[in-house]
């Protein structure tokens, strides 16, 4: 698997439930960052986490960070039709020889 | 307030032409990246520029592809005898200053190979 990739590739929920998007990564990080991309829109940032936190919250959204397992989650409560997107996590391991790394997404469908 | 704005939004273009395609980052920034995303998949990374110092070139898939930043603000991305490979759509992107802070992304040029 690649540096930086989400799980499941597609969700498809109804409105009110809540989603879990699942990311997993091999190198050591510096932070990493979850964005969401509306179709035919650039990325939009999310949520910055830092290696040293473990969850971090930003309204709807809940964030945690496993360094020992090397994965992170969002968590989006009590979606809305307006959170259709695919959702991408980004890893920054420069000190490790690598660059900014995003994997290849999660589309999620919420059906109102 | 301004975002990152990139130009043209879609370019249409014959097999073996040159294109250029234009990034203004957000006036301030000093990091500046450019990636490529196919139909349906993630983002794959070109090119990042920070401040003066050398850009990181490691991304670019081959030798036709180059890019410049003019003054440490607008960037060019330079495909040279496009391929129908190519085809995608080109995002740009600027943060503060480098890879640890938060990326504003353009919304892309979407380059089509006929």
């Known amino acids: 698997s690649q540096q930086g990739e989400e799980d499941p590739q597609a969700l498809s929920i109804q409105e009110g439930e809540n989603a879990t998007m699942n990311c997993s990564y091999k190198?050591?990080?510096?932070?990493l960052q979850w964005y969401r991309q509306n179709s035919g829109r650039g990325l939009v940032h999310l949520i910055l986490?830092?290696?040293?936190?473990r969850e971090k919250h930003s309204g709807r959204l809940r964030v945690t960070l496993d360094t020992s397992k090397k994965s992170s989650s969002l968590l989006i409560t009590a979606s809305r039709a307006a959170d259709t997107a695919s959702y991408f996590c980004a890893t920054d391991a420069r000190d490790y020889g690598q660059n900014f790394v995003f994997g290849p997404g999660t589309r999620l469908s919420v059906l109102p | 307030g301004a975002g990152v704005s990139q130009s043209p939004s879609n370019k249409v273009t014959e097999k073996g032409k040159d294109v250029e395609l234009r990034c203004d980052p957000i006036s301030g920034h000093t990091a500046l990246y450019w990636y490529r995303q196919s139909l349906g998949q993630g983002l794959e990374f070109l090119i990042y520029f920070q401040g003066n110092s050398a850009p990181d070139k490691s991304g670019l898939p081959s030798d036709r592809f180059s890019a410049e930043r003019t003054g440490g603000s607008v960037s060019t991305l330079t495909i040279q005898r496009t391929q129908q490979e190519d085809s995608a759509v080109y995002l740009c992107?600027?943060?503060?200053?480098?890879?640890?802070?938060?990326?504003?992304f353009g919304d892309g040029t979407r380059l089509s190979i006929l």
């Open positions: 190198t050591s990080i510096n932070n």
């Open positions: 986490i830092r290696s040293n936190e």
């Open positions: 992107a600027s943060s503060p200053s480098d890879s640890r802070q938060p990326q504003h």
